[in-house]
T-cell receptor, first 112, second 114 residues
Framework: GENVEQHPSTLSVQEGDSAVIKCTYSDSASNYFPWYKQELGKRPQLIIDIRSNVGEKKDQRIAVTLNKTAKHFSLHITETQPEDSAVYFCAAGGGSARQLTFGSGTQLTVLP | SAVISQKPSRDICQRGTSLTIQCQVDSQVTMMFWYRQQPGQSLTLIATANQGSEATYESGFVIDKFPISRPNLTFSTLTVSNMSPEDSSIYLC???????????FGSGTRLTVV
């Protein structure tokens, strides 16, 4: 089955700096790679996703890049703000199995 | 994207008892997914529920412990049976979005077993 590794597990940045979270996956059949933001006590919220026919996708301050050859994808947050502080999860899915496999999560703290 | 109503939002249960969690979706969906999130951990898939067939369980999860019902395309239940303190977790249901992308989650059930 799919295995997703995510790092770093914790990340602290100064407000206004950029944050990068990286994930690798094992199943070459996976073709869908979403990122979720989970604030304390709340459900995971989809913030951006990318499909395997695209190398990069951007939505305002958030961008995701995908390298299918190397089987890794990354989340980039620019101009970070305190409200970006949360746990971020990457996931991989699609292919023959439609369920998502999640990475272990990254606790992002944006320091004012 | 689909809107999911999940209940109860939280419960405190005695060991040895069972709790049934319900998820209602505002549109018809083929597949529903049940996840467990232990404190401070990631999301682990318990099972996939299809309407009209038995759920498919992931390694480490069995039907006797986590029976699932899927009576129609908008509703599913997960029961946590014969609970022990190790079952204390958040349980979440999830559905696919349009085109089998954009999975969304219910609000979660925070279960504490004492």
């Amino acid at each position: 089955g799919e295995n997703v590794e995510q790092h770093p597990s914790t990340l602290s940045v100064q407000e206004g700096d950029s944050a990068v979270i990286k994930c690798t996956y094992s199943d070459s059949a996976s073709n869908y790679f979403p990122w979720y933001k989970q604030e304390l006590g709340k459900r995971p919220q989809l913030i951006i996703d990318i499909r395997s026919n695209v190398g990069e996708k951007k939505d305002q301050r958030i961008a995701v890049t995908l390298n299918k050859t190397a089987k890794h994808f990354s989340l980039h947050i620019t101009e970070t703000q305190p409200e970006d502080s949360a746990v971020y999860f990457c996931a991989a899915g699609g292919g023959s199995a439609r369920q998502l496999t999640f990475g272990s999560g990254t606790q992002l703290t944006v320091l004012p | 994207s689909a809107v999911i109503s999940q209940k109860p939002s939280r419960d405190i249960c005695q060991r040895g008892t069972s709790l049934t969690i319900q998820c209602q979706v505002d549109s018809q969906v083929t597949m529903m997914f049940w996840y467990r999130q232990q404190p401070g951990q990631s999301l682990t898939l318990i099972a996939t529920a299809n309407q009209g067939s038995e759920a498919t369980y992931e390694s480490g999860f069995v039907i006797d412990k986590f029976p699932i019902s899927r009576p129609n395309l908008t509703f599913s239940t997960l029961t946590v049976s014969n609970m022990s303190p190790e079952d204390s977790s958040i349980y979440l249901c999830s559905v696919e979005g349009e085109g089998n992308y954009g999975y969304t989650f219910g609000s979660g059930t925070r279960l504490t077993v004492v």
